[in-house]
């Protein structure tokens, strides 16, 4: 079984660039998360869809950050503009419909903003 | 709302011996808790989950946990560690629906 698959694991950016990551989450997954992990910390929710729904996005910052979920499947994560205190590690993860906090996670992408 | 706090940053350990690795969570219902680990460039795993019943809960790896509802306590433990066991390793709390992390701790293992 393919797990939760992300793309680019690496970027690297100027500040002011837009940037956007990619999420394949394990089939027959319904909920995706996106998590942000500084150095240092442990990941914090971003946003987490059931299907194409955005159930909780109180974490994401809105002026710069988007997400979607089209057709409930994959995800895209958009940073516009990126600033230098974004550079971070995004995961995404899914899980099975219901949530009870066992996830899978993919490797991440790793975000550099100079 | 809920929390995590794990107070150790970095444990150093010798291959070999035995590792606790602590976690004391704040919740006011009974929680579901959780251990995940994450090897350098790689995502987080889940070790073991405890959500009810038997307080001690076995996990992949050969890790155990056991929840101590009085200390708010679900430390982590392996009787003897392996190298391949170095990584980063964070205690997890559900409540109201999301999944809350603690810092984590680093393990080293020296051999």
């Known amino acids: 079984e393919a797990g939760v698959v992300q793309s680019p694991r690496y970027k690297i950016i100027e500040k002011k660039q837009p940037v956007a990551f990619w999420c394949n989450p394990i089939s027959g997954h319904n909920t995706l998360y996106w998590y942000l992990q500084n150095l240092g910390q442990g990941p914090e929710l971003l946003i987490r869809?059931?299907?194409?729904?955005?159930?909780?996005d109180s974490q994401l910052p809105k002026d710069r950050f988007s997400a979607e979920r089209l057709k409930g499947v994959d995800s895209t994560l958009k940073i516009q503009p990126a600033e230098l205190g974004d550079s971070a590690v995004y995961l995404c993860?899914?899980?099975?419909?219901?949530?009870?906090?066992?996830?899978?996670f993919g490797e991440g992408s790793r975000l550099t903003v100079l | 709302a809920q929390s995590v706090t794990q107070p150790d940053i970095h444990i150093t350990v010798s291959e070999g011996a035995s590792l606790e690795l602590r976690c004391n969570y704040s919740?006011?219902?009974?929680?579901?808790l959780f251990w995940y680990v994450q090897s350098p460039g790689q995502g987080l795993q889940l070790l073991l989950k405890y959500f009810s019943g038997d307080t001690l809960v076995q996990g992949i790896k050969g890790f155990e946990a056991e929840f101590k509802r009085s200390q708010s306590s679900f430390n982590l433990r392996k009787p003897s560690v392996h190298w391949s066991d170095a990584a980063e390793y964070f205690c997890?709390?559900?409540?109201?629906?999301?999944?809350?992390f603690g810092a984590g701790t680093i393990l080293r293992v020296k051999s």
């Open positions: 997890a709390v559900v409540g109201g629906n999301k999944l809350v």
């Open positions: 993860a899914s899980s099975p419909r219901g949530y009870n906090g066992e996830l899978f």
């Open positions: 869809y059931e299907n194409e729904e955005a159930v909780d």
């Open positions: 919740y006011g219902a009974t929680p579901y």
